[in-house]
T-cell receptor
Framework: DGGITQSPKYLFRKEGQNVTLSCEQN?????MYWYRQDPGQGLRLIYY???????QKGDIAEGYSVSREKKESFPLTVTSAQKNPTAFYLC?????????????FGPGTRLTVT | AQSVTQLDSQVPVFEEAPVELRCNYS??????LFWYVQYPNQGLQLLLK??????LVKGINGFEAEFNKSQTSFHLRKPSVHISDTAEYFC?????????????FGSGTRLQVQP
């Protein structure tokens, strides 16, 4: 089955530690995205990548970093510089030129930092 | 820049009643419009999309939405809801004239269907 996997589903970390969230897709999509979801705020774009070895900052990139070394993988690192890292993180992918913005979402990772 | 406003944070409704979830957007360029549904602790699933053509679009699970350019709205409707429709619904836009495919989301509307 084609789709997007995110692991783990739940992640717990101590304050001050960096943590990397995994996102893998086998849809052969060029573009991948990371969103953060907080209650009552909808989804906000952290980073996106339209092609391998290239990525762009979204609306709330501070305290996060990404890499795109392979087409199917787009890991997100939440660094200790992120002031409020506890949130639900969603990864998505899309074709670069087709479907005009339609994105496919993974099941999400809930990160709790204490 | 673009923005999306979902006017109701919560909508309670009885089973088999009709429902409308409201969405308004603001953009300096042409947009594509989407409605997504999210069940608890899950990712988002596409309900329907407006790209061009007929302003009334039909989606999955009996939902439909109407694009109104003059009112910059894209309201979601269902004539008769089921308990299983209880979820959070997000309206989103992407720019049609540029290469940026990232979505801008509204804050969501929680639909609560009561028996």
């Amino acid at each position: 089955d084609g789709g997007i996997t995110q692991s783990p589903k739940y992640l717990f970390r101590k304050e001050g530690q960096n943590v990397t969230l995994s996102c893998e897709q086998n849809l052969n999509h060029d573009a991948m995205y990371w969103y953060r979801q907080d209650p009552g705020q909808g989804l906000r774009l952290i980073y996106y990548s339209q092609i391998v070895n290239d990525f762009q900052k979204g609306d709330i990139a501070e305290g996060y970093s990404v890499s795109r070394e392979k087409k199917e993988s787009f890991p997100l690192t939440v660094t200790s510089a992120q002031k409020n890292p506890t949130a639900f993180y969603l990864c998505a992918s899309s074709t670069r030129t087709g479907e005009k913005g339609e994105q496919y979402f993974g099941p999400g990772t809930r990160l709790t930092v204490t | 820049a673009q923005s999306v406003t979902q006017l109701d944070s919560q909508v309670p409704v009885f089973e088999e009643a009709p429902v409308e979830l409201r969405c308004n957007y603001s953009s300096s360029v042409s947009v594509y419009l989407f409605w997504y549904v999210q069940y608890p602790n899950q990712g988002l699933q596409l309900l329907l999309k407006y790209l061009s053509g007929s302003t009334l679009v039909k989606g999955i699970n009996g939902f439909e939405a109407e694009f109104n350019k003059s009112q910059t709205s894209f309201h979601l409707r269902k004539p008769s809801v089921h308990i299983s429709d209880t979820a959070e619904y997000f309206c989103a836009v992407s720019e049609s004239d540029t290469g940026r495919r990232a979505l801008t989301f509204g804050s969501g509307t929680r639909l609560q269907v009561q028996p």
